[in-house]
């Protein structure tokens, strides 16, 4: 037994060995020139028995070059490697003096396949160019690998080393120097998926009348919190209940859950109001949200976030709100309206608008919890996650 588990350690020992040291090699397959098929190929990592990197450059009738790049065995890349001298009509089969030619290298270093190659000098020439910009040495929450530098023909590649995190644009894993010194795109980052990873943080104000409005808010932020992830990199989200003044014991401030989204919905359970008709001062409330919720103290972050605030009602304010949402817009907040109600009068869109500084910001529903912020979402969706890029904390330590 002791034996056998000996050889099950030797085993896992010689596969973590194996993985650690596997081969990187430029893959691309029938492309025209190094420049394209660097660009369009990808780096792999080979299998453990393919330890050479292999390009072949097939010549057609004088007008045509392909370019084939691949993991390869390397007894196999070297037989094929020896055909380059085997006697083809009046020359060798890897030649410049015939209208077709085929050849065929090996080596055996990470990504010594990339860019031009010195099988056969009179058949394949090495890119000559201008120097590119030089690639910064690192991505936030990833890496950057370029061989060759910034000389033409070098290829960088991208890799994204944090969990959930993705190069984008898509299909920029890699990017070749064109010999004219620019690079075939602009350097990517790493983004993450927008949504659920929304980097925002909103401040929710509540005023709702209509029978079951409690249940009706608490499924809203249930249905939020599910779709969405809650952290410290990601979406956090302060709220206040009002009416006539506002409620400071319902309020709940960005730093009061941490990163817990049951400790977030445990708390809006706890501190959601079941409010009857009174008077509505959204103003009222959204200066006490500016002064108490939306500070540093409070847990909202740097200017790194976006910040919204959302006002969820369904009557207009009896105080001046108009105000209050202008100096929080000066400030860098999108204010948006949550009507919920059955019916709005063109006063009340009018007063909404004002409020938002545009109707695109004002959203109307039923009571229906289940299709409640189908338009918000979207709008959302359409404004903050047009770029993984614009929407990533770019360093891990939070202010």
Partial sequence: MTSFRHFIVLLVACSVLS????????????????EDCDVNGRIKECMPNQNSCET?????????QLIFKQCKEKN????????????????????SDQTSSFCTCCCDTDMCNIAASACHPSVVKPL?????????SFLSHGEVTCFNENNAGSVCQYKCSDVDYFVYPVGHETNVCMRNGTWK?????????????FVYDFLNLVYVSIPEGRK????????????????????????????????????????????????????????AVEKKNESVNIGAAINYALDNLMTPEAGMRDERVQRG????????????????????????????????????????RKHFNEITGGDELVFYYDHDAGSFGADSWQFLVENFCSSPCDHVMHEHDMV
């Fill in 19 to 34: 993985a650690i040291h596997a081969l990187k090699c430029m893959t691309c397959q029938g492309w025209t020139s190094f």
């Fill in 56 to 64: 072949v450059i097939r010549r057609i009738h004088n007008s045509r």
């Fill in 76 to 95: 196999t890349c070297r037989e094929n490697m020896l055909q380059n001298t085997r006697l083809s009509g009046s020359s060798t089969q890897c030649n």
């Fill in 128 to 136: 000559a160019g201008n120097d590119c910009p030089i690639q910064p």
């Fill in 185 to 197: 795109h602009e350097t990517p980052c790493c983004g993450r998926s927008c949504p659920p990873y």
């Fill in 216 to 271: 009706l808010i608490i499924s809203i932020f249930e249905g939020w919190n599910t779709a969405n992830v809650i952290a410290e990199d990601a979406a956090k989200s302060a709220m206040l209940w009002f009416g006539e003044s506002p409620i400071a014991s319902s309020a709940i401030k960005f730093n009061d859950y941490g990163a817990s989204k049951r400790r977030q919905i445990q708390l809006i359970r706890d501190k």
């Fill in 309 to 348: 605030i959302s006002i969820f009602t369904d009557r207009i304010s009896d105080d001046d709100a108009i105000g209050p949402a202008k100096q929080a817009r000066r400030l860098g907040y999108n204010v948006m309206v949550l009507y919920v109600g059955t019916e709005v009068s063109n006063d009340e």
